[in-house]
């Protein structure tokens, strides 16, 4: 991490189906920090779900709601912050996180990816005829942005709880105060 930084956040970064949600509640019981979802935070202002927002509005229209949320979420303290697979893919959103939350990249593998979405059917980018193959497309595209990340955790082989356990390990060491 950059010298200089003091993060008072957590934000959690990665493909869909990598865990953000269930590590990220878990993350913030450990520290004692509240928990938000960026979906959810979108969900409950619009009163409208992601995929009506997608199918009516437009996949722009959306990601304009991300990066609202994100100027927003600036002010916080004490909070992990679960983001949607797309919104550190936005270079303003992700350089925005890092200046109020030590960014952590939930990190999976195209397969195991699959293995967790497939039978959810909530998110509009997967509804395509070969979902697989759109997976493996947009992990490429965006692996540059994820791995841009202050903390980079693989979660292939990992329970929810280990990833939750070795990031507020992370988290705690990232903000030690000096001596
Ligand atoms: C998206 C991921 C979703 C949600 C929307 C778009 C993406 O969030 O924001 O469907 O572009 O990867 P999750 O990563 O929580 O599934």
Known sequence: MQIGRHPTNLALIGFMGTGKTSVGRQVADHLGFEFLDTDEFIQSRTGRTIADIFTKDGEPAFRALEKQVVQELSSRE???????????????????????????????????????????????????????????????????????????????????????QQITLQFKLATRQPR
């Open 78 to 164: 004490k909070t992990v912050i679960a983001t949607g697979g797309g919104l550190p893919t936005n270079a303003e959103n992700l350089a925005a996180l890092k200046l109020f939350a030590l960014v952590v990249c939930l990190w999976a593998s195209p397969e195991k990816i699959w293995e967790r979405v497939r039978n959810q059917s909530h998110r509009p980018l997967l509804h395509d005829a070969d979902p697989q193959k759109k997976i493996r497309e947009l992990l490429a595209v965006r692996e540059p942005f994820y791995k841009q990340a202050d903390v980079l955790i693989n979660t292939d082989l990992r329970s929810v709880r280990e990833a939750a």
